[in-house]
C-alpha cells in the first residue's frame, strides 16, 4: 500500500509506463534509463568495463557449462549473487521508489540484517547430479544461508514456473536458477519471460544451464564457466580461493570477452585472477597462502590487460603442460609453480 | 481360510464371520467369496469419514467398520436429529452401501443401538431408558464376561443398571463398568476425532451441483471473504487452510494449504487455494458434481498486534516480509511443502547434520547462521553442495593414513593436483542413529572420517573423506566423495 501515496499518477510515471509497455512490446528498445537501477560492479576492472559498469540488475543472466563444470557454473552464480546482496542497495532496485538504506552502508557491506532473500531453484536431477546447496558451503563463500529459500521441482517446467514466480515478487535481491541439459521448455519464449518478469520487479535472474548446447536465449548476458585454466600442477598442496574461466559470450549489444575470475568472499567481490595461484610459499601445514596473491594487489598483476579477444571456441583450451600463454598472453603471464 | 464379513443375504443363509471357508461352501455351494481386503476397507472407510465431514468436522474412526459423529450443536443446519440421520442414511443408500445408524448421548449407546436397533433417536437424557433392553453383547465387552453374564441370567443391559457397582468392578473388571457407564451417559466418552477441529469454517451448499472450475474458484474467492470476517474478529490470521469439496457421489476431495505468515486477506487466500487447484495433473475431477464447498482455517494465528504494529512501524520491511512469506507460500502450494524450504543450522560438526532444511511454510524468520563465515584469503572450508548421500569412490593414496593421490568418481579417474587437509571429523558418539552415511556403508557412520579438499588437474573441487582410522579402526580405509564446490 505505501507504494501509491497519490491517486493521480503524474506526467513522469504515465511516460515510463508507455516506455514500459513499448519496451515490454518491441523487444529491441531499451527500457527507460529512468527506472534502471545502476549496474553492480563486481570488482574486475576490466569486466566491469566490458559490462558497461556492471552486473546489470532487473534483467536474465544464463550461465553455461558443460555437464562436469555443473558446480562451477552454480558457484559463479552464487558468487553473482552474493556480490548482489553484499551491494549497498544491491538487492534491491528503484523501480518505483528510492531505496531507504543506500546512505548506510559502506562500499562492501556485509549481510546486512534486512537484507532481502535469494530464491534457489534446482531440480530432483540436478540435486542427484551434484547435490543439494550446503549451507554451511554458501555461508563460506558469502551467501547468507539465512536469506535464502530454497525450491527443488520434479521438472524443468516446474522450475521456469518457480524463477517465474520468485521473480514476479519484489522481496526477492535475485533468482539463481539451475536446469540440466537442455529440456525443449528452456527456449526463447521461456527466456524472454523470465526477461520480462525481471525488468518487471528488478529482481536480477541467475540461469544455471549446465549441460545446455547453443541454443537461442533472451539472456541479457550469457557466460560460460569453465575451471581457471592454467593453473598448472603445483607442488603446494594449498587451495586458492574460487576461480573460474567465464567467457562472456553473449554482452547485449556489446563485445564479449574471456576473464579469469577469482571470487573472494570474505570481501564479497570479484578480482582479476593473480598470474601465481600456486604460490610455493604457503605453508602447507595449516594451508595459508602466501601474501603474494592474499590481497586484491597481488605483484605483477595487469588489470587493464585482462580482457582478451573472444575466443571461438567455448572448451578451455591451454590446460596443458604449456599452460595458455599462446592462447591468451595478455590475461595470465603464468609460468607451473615449481 | 474364513469368511471375514457376510452380506445381508447370507447372514440370512445363515452363514456368519468367522466360519471356515470349506463349511460355508458346504452349506451353500452357491456362495459368491472375494479375497479380504483390510486395507482397502480402511480406505474406504477413511475416504467415508472425510465425506462425513459435511455432517460435522469431528469425525472419528470406530473399530475396522465404524464412524462415530459428534453432532453436538450441529443438528439445527440439517433440520434436527431425525432429519440428520435420515439424510446420511439416505445418502450411504444412494451410494450404495448399506448403513446403520442411530443418535444417543454417548458414542457407546449409539453404538450398541446402531448394531441392534438401527435408525434409533434417542432424546437428550434418554440412554438409560434406550438400552435397558439391549443385550449385554452390545456393550462389546470381553467374549468370556458376556458369557458369564449370559450364565449368570443377566442378559439385558437394564439387568446391570441396579447391581452394586463394587461387586461388578470385582467380579468382572473395570472395563465392564466403564462401558456400562458409558451407555447409560453416566461417564465421559473420549473420541479422538481424525482431524482437530477447524478454528473457523465457512461453507456453501449448492441445489445445483456445480462442475466447471471457475465455479468453484468463485466460490473459493467468496468463502474467503466470509473465512476473513470471523478472522478479524478475533484477531486471527490462517496458518493452515483446507478446503473440502464435497461431491455428488460422496466423495469429498481435500485440498490443503499451508502460510509461513497468519493471513486473512481474502484475496491472499483465495490464490493460494487455487493455485493447490492447478496441482490436479489430469484437471480436478468433479464427479457428478459439488454440493458443498467448505473452506476452514484448521491452524490460525493471532495476528493484529504483531503485523499490524510492524506494518506502521517499517512500512517497507513489512511489506517485503509479506511478499516473501506469500511467494514462499505460492512455491508450497504449486510445489509441495518439503520442497521449499530455507536452511537452519545445526550444533553439530558432522557435515550432514550441521544443516537441516525446514519447509519454508512452517515459518521464515529467525535462522541466523553463526559468524564468521568466510575465511579471509582462503578457499572454502565446505563444499557449496552436499550430496544426499556420499558416495563410494576408488581412491589412490602413497600410504594409508596419507592424502589421496588420484580417485575415481562415478567412472572417471581424477588426479589431484590441490589438496587441502586432512581435516578430522569423529563420530558422534551420543547420536549414531540417522544421517545418510548408513545407507552407504553400515560401519562408516561410526568411523573417524578425515576430510580433504581436493582439486583435480582439471580445476574442480571435491570434498572426499576417509572413513576410519588405518589400524585402530579399520585395516581397509574407504573413501567417499561429500560434496563439491563451485
Known amino acids: 500500500m505505501p507504494d501509491a501515496p497519490d491517486t493521480l499518477p503524474d506526467l513522469d510515471s504515465l511516460r515510463r509506463r508507455i516506455a514500459r509497455l513499448e519496451g515490454d512490446g518491441g523487444g529491441s528498445a531499451e527500457p527507460d534509463q529512468s527506472r534502471v537501477a545502476s549496474p553492480v560492479p563486481l570488482g574486475h576492472p576490466a569486466l566491469d568495463d566490458t559490462l558497461g559498469g556492471g552486473l546489470r540488475r532487473g534483467d536474465l543472466h544464463e550461465i553455461r557449462a558443460s555437464e562436469a563444470n555443473g558446480a562451477l557454473a552454480f558457484g559463479f552464480a552464487a558468487a553473482l549473487a552474493a556480490r548482489l546482496c553484499a551491494w549497498p542497495g544491491g538487492d534491491r532496485v528503484d523501480v518505483d521508489r528510492p531505496p531507504l538504506e543506500r546512505t548506510a552502508q559502506g562500499p562492501t557491506g556485509r549481510h546486512r540484517p534486512g537484507g532481502r532473500w ?83 520487479s528488478g529482481v536480477t535472474a541467475m540461469l544455471v544451464r549446465p549441460g545446455a548446447g547453443a541454443g537461442l536465449s533472451a539472456a541479457r548476458t550469457r557466460w560460460r564457466i569453465s575451471p581457471p585454466a592454467d593453473l598448472g600442477v603445483s607442488e603446494s598442496l594449498a587451495l586458492p580461493q574460487p576461480a573460474w574461466q567465464a567467457d562472456l559470450e553473449r554482452n547485449a549489444a556489446r563485445p564479449g570477452g574471456c576473464f579469469t575470475l577469482m571470487w573472494k568472499p570474505d570481501e564479497h567481490v570479484f578480482t582479476p585472477a593473480p598470474p601465481l595461484l600456486t604460490s610455493g610459499i604457503a605453508d602447507p601445514g595449516t594451508g595459508q597462502p602466501g601474501s603474494a596473491w592474499s590481497g586484491s594487489d597481488w605483484p605483477g598483476s595487469d588489470r587493464s590487460g585482462t580482457a582478451v579477444p573472444r575466443r571461438q571456441a567455448a572448451a578451455p583450451a591451454g590446460r596443458t603442460a604449456e599452460g595458455g600463454s599462446a592462447d591468451r598472453p595478455a590475461v595470465l603471464p603464468l609460468r607451473r609453480a615449481g | 481360510m474364513r469368511l471375514a464379513a457376510v ?50 468436522p469431528l469425525v472419528s474412526l470406530d473399530g475396522p467398520c465404524g464412524l462415530v459423529l459428534d453432532i453436538a450443536g450441529c443438528t439445527h443446519l440439517f433440520g434436527g436429529e431425525t432429519a ?77 443398571v441396579g447391581l452394586p457397582r463394587q461387586t461388578l468392578a470385582a467380579r468382572f473388571g473395570p472395563d465392564l463398568l466403564t462401558r456400562l457407564d458409558r451407555a447409560l451417559a453416566r461417564a465421559d466418552e473420549p473420541l479422538s476425532p481424525l482431524r482437530a477441529p477447524p478454528a473457523f469454517l465457512v461453507e456453501r451448499t449448492f441445489a445445483e451441483p456445480i462442475r466447471l472450475v471457475e465455479d468453484i474458484e468463485r466460490t473459493i474467492r467468496t468463502l474467503a471473504g466470509h473465512l476473513a470476517e470471523p478472522l478479524t474478529r478475533h484477531g486471527q490470521g490462517a496458518r ?40 490436479f495433473d489430469s484437471g480436478l475431477d468433479t464427479g457428478e458434481g459439488i454440493e458443498l464447498v467448505r473452506l476452514a482455517a484448521e491452524v490460525v494465528e493471532a495476528f493484529d498486534a504483531e503485523q499490524v504494529a510492524a506494518a506502521r512501524i517499517a512500512p517497507d520491511r513489512t511489506e517485503d516480509e509479506e511478499a516473501l512469506a506469500r511467494l514462499a507460500d505460492r512455491l508450497a502450494a504449486r510445489l509441495g511443502r518439503d520442497h521449499v524450504v530455507r536452511l537452519v543450522s545445526r550444533d553439530s560438526h558432522i557435515p550432514e547434520r550441521a544443516a537441516a532444511a525446514v519447509p519454508a511454510v512452517d515459518g521464515l524468520s529467525g535462522t541466523h547462521w ?26 589412490i593414496a602413497e600410504v594409508p593414513d596419507g592424502p589421496p593421490i588420484r580417485f575415481r568418481w562415478r567412472r572417471v579417474l581424477r588426479r589431484i593436483a590441490r589438496m587441502e587437509g586432512p581435516e578430522r571429523i569423529a563420530p558422534e558418539w551420543w547420536a ?51 560434496g563439491l564446490f563451485g
Open chain 1, 118 to 200: 535469494t530464491l534457489i531453484v534446482t531440480t530432483f536431477d540436478g540435486a542427484g547430479e551434484w547435490g543439494r546447496p550446503y549451507g554451511p558451503g554458501l555461508a563460506a563463500f558469502g551467501l547468507d544461508p539465512g536469506r535464502l529459500l530454497i525450491v527443488e521441482t520434479r521438472r524443468p517446467r516446474e522450475a521456469l514456473w518457480a524463477a517465474e514466480e520468485g521473480l514476479s515478487s519484489r522481496a526477492l535481491a535475485a533468482v539463481l536458477a539451475e536446469i540440466r541439459g537442455d529440456p525443449a521448455v528452456v527456449d526463447m519464449t521461456a527466456t524472454r519471460r523470465l526477461t520480462l518478469r525481471a525488468a518487471r
Open chain 2, 432 to 482: 549414531q542413529a540417522g544421517g545418510g552415511l548408513q545407507e552407504a556403508s553400515e560401519d562408516a557412520a561410526t568411523l573417524t572420517r578425515d576430510y580433504f579438499r581436493v582439486e583435480d588437474d582439471a580445476g574442480r573441487r571435491y570434498w572426499v573423506f576417509r572413513a576410519g582410522l588405518f589400524g585402530r579402526e579399520t585395516a581397509r580405509p574407504r573413501w567417499y566423495l561429500h
Open chain 2, 370 to 395: 553463526p559468524q564468521p563465515l568466510p575465511r579471509p584469503g582462503r578457499a572454502p572450508e565446505r563444499p557449496l553442495r552436499l550430496l544426499a548421500v556420499p558416495e563410494p569412490i576408488e581412491a
Open chain 2, 240 to 279: 493452515r487452510l483446507a478446503l473440502t469439496l464435497f461431491r455428488l457421489d460422496g466423495r469429498a476431495l481435500r485440498i490443503e494449504a499451508g502460510l509461513s505468515r497468519p493471513a486473512r486477506a481474502p484475496d491472499v487466500m483465495a490464490s493460494l487455494l487455487r493455485e493447490r487447484l492447478v496441482t
Open chain 2, 7 to 56: 452380506d445381508r443375504v447370507a447372514a440370512a443363509a445363515g452363514l456368519d464371520p468367522g466360519l471356515t471357508l470349506a463349511d460355508a461352501r458346504a452349506r451353500r455351494p452357491d456362495l459368491e467369496t472375494f479375497p479380504a481386503d483390510p486395507e482397502a476397507d480402511r480406505r474406504t472407510l477413511l475416504a467415508l469419514a472425510e465425506w462425513a465431514g459435511r455432517y460435522t
Open chain 2, 84 to 160: 440428520l440421520l435420515a439424510d446420511l442414511t439416505g445418502r450411504l443408500r444412494r451410494r450404495g452401501l448399506t448403513g446403520a445408524a442411530a443418535i444417543a448421548d454417548t458414542a457407546t449407546a449409539a453404538r450398541a443401538l446402531a448394531r441392534t436397533t438401527p435408525g434409533t433417536v434417542v432424546p437428550p437424557g434418554g440412554n438409560a431408558e434406550a438400552v435397558a433392553a439391549l443385550p449385554v453383547g452390545a456393550l462389546e465387552a470381553d467374549p468370556s464376561t458376556v458369557a458369564t453374564l449370559d450364565r449368570l441370567g443377566l442378559k439385558r443391559i437394564g439387568q446391570l
